[in-house]
């Protein structure tokens, strides 16, 4: 599962991220709403575990370089995990290139501290931004997120299909796992499954749900969220 975060706006509707994070950060409240988010994200948790079988079940959250950056980050992800009893294991904390642009010192010092309490770390919308494959060598990630924009096109696109196998091979080497993002179509889990992706997300699978929406899938269905290539 992956967190997602929505402002429900009074006229607007739903605001998205890419608007609501930066008026966050400007506004000084982003720290507060992290918090809240994963506070959210551990105490839910618990709901679905029972899906994967016995096998840790991880909960995605993104977390901004902003957020990443800020003085007591790692003190308060250690503290949320803690009061809600969440074994570290089951939280991945996701995080794009931007972060190591800003900072790369700071940024490694925060994510290997993350990486020892025993939290995941993946990196997210790889491929877009500055995608230095140094980053791969520098970072301790545990997971690769190929972004949507290559996995939308790699059915007709060979340039695309390209990159995304030539990544997965990559991924592999360096043992780290791989997320193909924005799977919606049978076509494109068909092919990045052949190619080695260990995980998919997208539109095929689901549409994002509230905690309820996803409580009622899973009792209409033995596995709403799992398909075989």
């Known amino acids: ?32 709403i992290v918090r809240w988010v994963l506070e959210d994200a ?21 977390v901004s370089a902003h957020q990443l950056m800020a003085p007591g980050f790692v003190s308060m992800v250690e503290r949320v995990i803690s009061e809600s009893d969440t074994p570290a294991a089951h939280l991945c904390l996701e995080v794009t290139e931007s972060a190591f642009v800003q900072d790369a010192q700071l940024a490694l010092s925060v994510l290997s501290q993350l990486k020892q309490l025993g939290i995941l770390v993946a990196l997210d919308d790889f491929g877009t931004g500055y995608s230095s494959l140094s980053y791969l060598r520098q970072f301790p990630f545990d997971i690769i997120k190929i972004d949507q924009s290559f996995v939308a096109d790699l059915v007709e696109e060979g340039t695309s299909h390209a990159i995304v196998s030539k990544t997965i091979e990559l991924a592999q080497l360096l043992d780290l796992l791989v997320v193909c993002e924005g799977v919606e179509t049978a076509a494109q889990f068909h092919h990045v499954s052949v190619l080695g992706s ?11 749900m509230t905690p309820d929406m996803l409580d009622s899938a899973k009792r209409h269905a033995t596995s709403p969220w799992v398909l075989t290539p």
């Open 198 to 208: 260990d995980y998919c997300q997208g539109y095929l699978f689901a549409p994002p």
């Open 42 to 62: 551990c105490i839910t948790l618990p709901r679905w575990e029972d899906v994967a079988g016995g096998e840790p079940f991880v909960m995605g959250v993104n």
């Open 1 to 32: 599962m992956e967190a997602l975060l929505r402002w429900d706006h009074r006229e607007r509707g739903l605001i998205p991220p890419a608007v609501l994070i930066p008026l966050a950060e400007e506004s000084g409240d982003i720290i507060d």
